[in-house]
């Protein structure tokens, strides 16, 4: 369970192992580079509901089950209460304290002795001591140890008695998580606490247009790297989980083979199709098709026998559905057949981690080859915009990772500019750009324009387009030594890169 991280520590510059302890905590040990520093002590503070108690209980789980008992110390919670927090998160521990694993104690401090000055930490750490050595443990948590540096109202008691436990727990040689309550905006309550601890863990949560997001940062980590930004996270009912971009290289799959969008007269204005692997972002204004093109291309992977993830942001699946008949789109077969899902949500009810997991979680059960997003202007909705761009280039990048086709639509107002028409500026991370339009004047039609389309020599044309009760049908005008829609004229261009 020990993991190492190589460091220039020394002063010959030699390379020096930082032994590092995994907690199992999704997504945190990517932040930590590999984990807590074995046979240090860790402080993670924060204030009410962000999780703190939840964290120690799932580093000591995760340990107890990779074989590495833990102690749990309590003195704020009695050890009843402890465990059915563990039960809600789905971390049965009697199981593992029957195994001699995992130990509860109970550190409740009598108020008499506080009030006589006869209390000192040393009677606790010999209980623990007795306990540690029993059982073999390799972890600990001390949990809200505010209360009982709280106890000794003297200033510089507390200091000593913090460094007494500190210099217990180093001795010991044991893996240690102490906790600690911070008030927003009066985080240094006990600063020496920072200065003592060998890694320093910042939780928070915040309200940011109605929504709240729970966010990490590690402060300091002696003797090792680490990812210092801050990092959103989510309390599901297994414990937490954190989804960082944690490397700086890029790590996405070459485009693949071209793949139909839906059809020929399409498949030609694009040069062939969509690229396999590839982003696709149709862009336009209310009613200019982007749904009927997007469930398009759904469908007709399906037909391929393939399987498309629709996330839909703006109607239920019932509505979906009925909508799309009228155009001739029945997608009713897709989805008896299970290779079409369809996922859909209200952006403003839950916040970016949130939706990105269930996102993610769907995507792992259902391995789909393609994702379908409708609309990415309706993520603005969860929270701001800095929060869309984070929710559209994380899943972009997961996407691409994957070898998985994405494509998104986007609903815009008439713009002069057409690198405006992404709306959170991520025209530069996909791949196919597609302008829809309407037109009333002279008379009423619809147009495509392929802005963009890396890899195709595709059409630079607006060519005109109806939906019809029986889909969706191009005018594709030929002209002499051109394929469709000027397709001469974007060879001698090169194309589009």
């Not at 930590?32 to 939840?54: D, I, Q």
């Not at 009912?237 to 007269?265: F, N």
């Not at 909705?381 to 984070?390: K, P, T, V």
């Amino acid at each position: 369970m020990t993991a190492s991280f190589q460091d220039q520590n020394s002063a010959s510059g030699r390379a020096v192992a930082i032994r590092k302890v995994p907690t199992g905590i999704r997504g945190f040990d990517s932040i930590l580079m590999g984990g807590l520093p074995a046979g240090r002590t860790t402080l993670l503070s924060g204030g009410p509901g962000t999780g703190k108690t939840v964290f120690g209980l799932e580093f000591l789980h995760r340990g107890a089950e990779a074989g590495e008992p833990g102690i749990f110390v309590t003195f704020e919670e009695r050890a009843e209460a402890v465990r059915d927090n563990a039960r809600a998160l789905g971390l049965g521990v009697e199981a593992l304290e029957e195994a001699g694993q995992f130990v509860i104690v109970d550190a409740d401090v009598p108020p008499e002795l506080v009030l006589s000055g006869e209390f000192s930490i040393d009677g606790l750490l010999a209980i623990l001591a007795g306990q540690a050595e029993a059982m073999g443990a390799r972890r600990i948590v001390v949990d809200a140890v505010d209360v009982l540096i709280r106890i000794f109202q003297e200033p510089m008691r507390q200091q000593n008695q913090f460094q007494v436990l500190h210099n217990w727990l180093h001795d010991q040689g044991l893996t240690a998580v102490v906790t600690a309550k911070a008030v927003p905006d009066q985080l240094d309550q006990h600063p020496f606490l920072d200065f003592m601890a060998d890694c320093v863990i910042r939780m928070d949560q915040r309200v940011v247009g109605q929504i709240n997001t729970r966010r990490l940062r590690v402060l300091k980590y002696r003797g090792s790297g680490f990812l210092d930004n801050e990092y959103p996270y989510v309390i599901e009912a297994d414990g937490l989980v954190l989804m960082p971009v944690s490397t700086a290289d890029l790590s996405h799959q070459p485009l693949g083979e071209r793949i139909s969008a839906g059809g020929d007269e399409l498949d030609a204005i694009l040069g062939g199709g969509f690229r396999r692997a590839s982003s696709v972002l149709l862009a336009g204004g209310s009613g200019t098709g982007k749904t009927t093109l997007a469930c398009t291309f759904a469908l007709a992977a399906c037909q391929r026998s393939e399987r498309a993830l629709y996330i839909s942001f703006e109607e239920s699946q019932e509505a979906l559905v009925s909508s799309l008949l009228s155009p001739g789109l029945d997608m009713r077969p897709a989805l008896a057949s299970g290779r079409l899902k369809i996922l859909t949500a209200m952006p403003e009810s839950m916040g970016v981690e949130h939706h990105l997991l269930r996102i993610f979680h769907a995507i792992d059960q259902f391995e789909p080859d393609h994702v379908i997003v409708d609309a990415i202007s309706a993520c603005s909705r969860m929270g701001s915009d800095q929060g869309a761009f984070d929710f559209l280039v994380r899943v972009v990048t997961w996407c691409k990772s994957r070898g998985i086709t994405f494509v998104c639509t986007n609903q815009i107002a008439r713009v002069s500019n057409p690198d405006e028409i992404s709306g959170f500026g991520i025209s530069s991370l996909v791949d196919t750009l597609v302008l829809l339009e309407q037109i009333h004047a002279p008379a009423y039609e619809r147009r495509i324009l392929v802005i963009k389309s890396r890899g195709s020599i595709h059409s630079h044309d607006y060519h005109s387009f109806a939906i019809t009760d029986r889909g969706v049908s191009f005018a594709l005008p030929q002209r002499e030594g051109a394929g469709p829609g000027g397709a001469a004229d974007a060879d001698a261009r090169g194309g589009e890169r």
